[in-house]
């Protein structure tokens, strides 16, 4: 009997060391890389009902998203203004902005998908990418203005800019081919895209020949789709990037973005 009872222990005792084991590995897969923050419910709650607290928590928890939005988004004044909360409140008071405010709360209700699918990206992206930075991503609501706002290492996402390609709204505004990528599949890779331009930017861009800019781009483009595992852009730049890849895999995606002989591209015409 006494027997019997030791082998009950040391059975006990294992299933609680596998438990803990199973417990932490859960926690390991559960956690997430990146989580989206939800700047835009503050915006919500202060551009609806004038709620100065959510004002306070723009200013004090977020304060550079808030000079961004107000100074380069949507370009209303200098944050230092005296009656800058005044002219942000009644900016947003138009009628045609607060139906697009009411869209991006109903569409946006739960992002958690997004937060899954940016920590995978990512996670792919530093295994290629190791030195690069994790940037913190936030939501914003920006007035049709500007798709995705890259600096100091956030991303701020214009949700505004992606509910879908039928919101009656964006045939005033946007053409097909347009309005066909503001939907919330490509949210992701719109980020990705000008996260890696503002990561990796072309020397001296200006006075470079147009080819160049582009091929740069069709590079990103090309690092984008095998972060996504599918092809989100197709162009004859990326395929360029595409046919020069296959013929050179040891080349790493830190040397392709700084390759700056774009001879070596042998892009199709059309």
């Not at 438990?19 to 202060?46: A, C, G, P, T, V």
């Not at 066909?180 to 599949?185: P, V």
């Amino acid at each position: 009997m006494k027997y019997l009872y030791c082998i009950l222990l040391v059975v006990l005792f294992t299933c609680v060391g596998c438990q803990f084991r199973l417990s932490s590995d859960d926690m390991k897969e559960n956690s997430m890389l990146l989580e989206i923050d939800r700047y835009d419910r503050l915006e919500y709650r202060y551009l609806t009902t004038g709620d100065f607290s959510a004002l306070q928590q723009m200013n004090t928890e977020y304060p550079i998203e808030t000079r961004t939005l107000i100074e380069n988004v949507v370009k209303i004044g200098e944050i230092t203004d005296p009656d800058i909360n005044t002219k942000f409140l009644k900016f947003y008071q138009d009628t045609t902005l607060q139906s697009v405010i009411a869209a991006v709360e109903s569409e946006y209700v739960n992002t958690e998908d997004l937060d899954h699918q940016f920590s995978t990206a990512f996670a792919r992206l530093k295994q290629s990418l190791p030195d690069i930075a994790l940037p913190r991503v936030y939501t914003q609501i920006s007035a049709l203005d500007q798709s995705i706002v890259v600096g100091n290492g956030t991303i701020g996402i214009s949700l505004d800019k992606y509910l879908g390609p039928n919101f009656p709204l964006y045939a005033q505004f946007y053409t097909p081919t347009q309005r066909k990528q503001m939907s919330r599949e490509y949210i992701l890779p719109d980020c990705l895209t000008f996260y890696l331009v503002s990561v990796y930017p072309l020397q001296q861009f200006e006075s470079r020949p147009q080819l160049e800019r582009d091929l740069q781009i069709g590079k990103i483009q090309w690092i984008v789709n095998q972060v996504m595992t599918k092809r989100i852009y197709h162009s004859r730049y990326e395929e360029a990037v595409e046919n020069y890849m296959k013929k050179n895999p040891k080349t790493s995606y830190e040397e392709l973005l700084r390759m700056a002989d774009f001879s070596k591209f042998k892009v199709l015409e059309n």
